[in-house]
């Protein structure tokens, strides 16, 4: 029987003390883990948003409308204040915001204008059905294309400074 209690004995001493050193390789390796880098594909989910890190310095921008894509995501017209094409910052800083706002989406199209009635002829555009004076004000007003492709990977920015048929433009590619 004392045979019996020793033998139990070491075998919960040998099982306490593999414990014990589990616990150890755990901590040890938690702490390693730490200094591991982030995955770069994740880092724009990790990065808080313009709008987070400073409320005062947020781009302001208007849904006028929203529709769905087919194959995951949203299409969308956003108003902006003509004022902020006067600015490069505040345009790198809208797509950057536009970037995070659609991060779990999958597609997004989203059209910049600066006049709401020059985004309500958006459909006029796609049924063939717009004036020459309504175009040329279309164009004037229409100042930004973000657009995001799951499939493709494309993630663009598009800022058209002096409208989309203009000669100013610059396309930020994230």
Do not use: C
Not at 9 to 22: A, K, R, Y
Not at 146 to 168: C, E, P, Q, R
């Amino acid at each position: 029987m004392k045979v019996i209690l020793k033998i139990i004995g070491i075998i919960i001493g040998v099982i306490f003390g593999l414990s014990v050193l589990v616990i150890i390789a755990a901590l040890i390796t938690n702490k390693l883990n730490k200094n591991t880098a982030i995955n770069s594909d994740y880092s724009d989910i990790l990065t808080p948003s313009p709008i987070q890190e400073d409320i005062s310095n947020a781009v302001v921008y208007e849904i006028l409308q929203k529709w769905n894509i087919n194959n995951g995501g949203f299409g969308k017209t956003i108003l902006i204040s003509e004022s902020y094409l006067t600015d490069e910052d505040t345009m790198i800083r809208l797509g950057l915001q536009l970037k995070y706002d659609m991060r779990d989406d999958k597609n997004a199209f989203i059209m910049v204008f600066t006049d709401k009635k020059a985004a309500e002829l958006r459909d006029k555009l796609t049924d063939n059905t717009m004036t020459k004076d309504e175009e040329q004000f279309y164009d004037t007003h229409y100042v930004g294309q973000y657009t995001k492709n799951g499939n493709s990977g494309l993630n663009a920015f598009a800022i058209y400074f002096d409208g989309v048929s203009g000669t100013n433009s610059k396309t930020i590619e994230y």
